[in-house]
């Protein structure tokens, strides 16, 4: 082999050798890549719904920030340590101070004093004393369990007539031109505007609470059954009658899979709707009902129990809208992937 030939050999192996090593140096980057996926996950899911997760860092800093604010909003800075030491609630002391020669108002400052809104700790204690005496009769357990049963009914009554509603807008003519009128005049009346019609019709009690809570909802769920048959694609209709499917097997396997995320969206916006109108259907002559309570505690002025009230209904809203997320990652796990 001439000399010219051996060099350009050598070249060759050299320049491979050069690119394997060149391999290696961009091979570990990539495998650090692997150890740290958080680092990946900023350019690689930008964008994609389905990849975005609340961070419970975020949340948890969110739940002490609001505690804080709370808590230095109430607290009565300079107050006396007599006033401190006694055994008092927190509004009953900032009383007694205001009544005090000794104390008076200007001797403390304080942002929203207990007739604006009441401290953490007169709150805590008053959750305590409705879990066991109550207010004016039944206790905090018995005010949930009237009032989840009472959203309960309300939404199972608006999906059994709204869902089949609206499916039958998005499949059929006739259907969409009669319900489309009727679903376009009365959804966008509040349900608040109807409590003398209800109370007239129902009569007081639980009849209008229930009935309020169903109109609440019912028309969400026709314009999300309607918008979920819309959401199914074309070509996997056209497939399914290709390959012989009658009408109630595209309903069954391509159409109402299709539609189960627009479903559940249709059902977590109605659940908060509902559970939103829920002190004000529970304001017409209901005993039991944390909007019951609520109202009940108003003219007594004991703002300790209202915000309590206002907790548990925030806090059993949360808890319900995190069980339809779990459902719905277990029932729709394609949702968002294409």
Known sequence: MSDAGMGARAGGVSGAIDGMD???????????????????????????????????RWSVIAFIGLILLWWVSTKPWGLDEAFKAADLSDAERITVCNQSEECGRDSYSQLAGPLTFPSIRDTWNAMGTLATEGFRGPTLWEHMRASLWRVVRGMFWGMVVGIPVGFAMGLSNKARGFFDTIVELFRPIPPFALIPLFILIFGIGDGTARNLLIFASIWIMIIAARSGVGAASLSKVRAAYSLGASKRQ????????????????????????????????ELVGTREGLGAMIFAARPFFRLDVVVAGVIVIAVLGVFMDMLLRILEARLIPWRGKG
Do not use: H, M
Not at 256 to 270: D, H, K, M, S, Y
């Open 22 to 56: 060149a391999a290696a140096e961009y091979a570990l980057p990539a495998s650090k890549a692997k150890k740290s996926p958080n680092k990946d996950r900023k350019t690689v899911t930008f964008g994609d719904s389905s990849a975005v997760r609340s961070d419970t």
């Open 250 to 281: 595209v309903l069954q396997k391509v159409l109402l899979p299709n539609a189960l995320p627009e479903l559940f969206t249709g059902i977590r916006v109605a659940l908060g709707v509902s559970w939103g109108t829920l002190v004000a259907a």
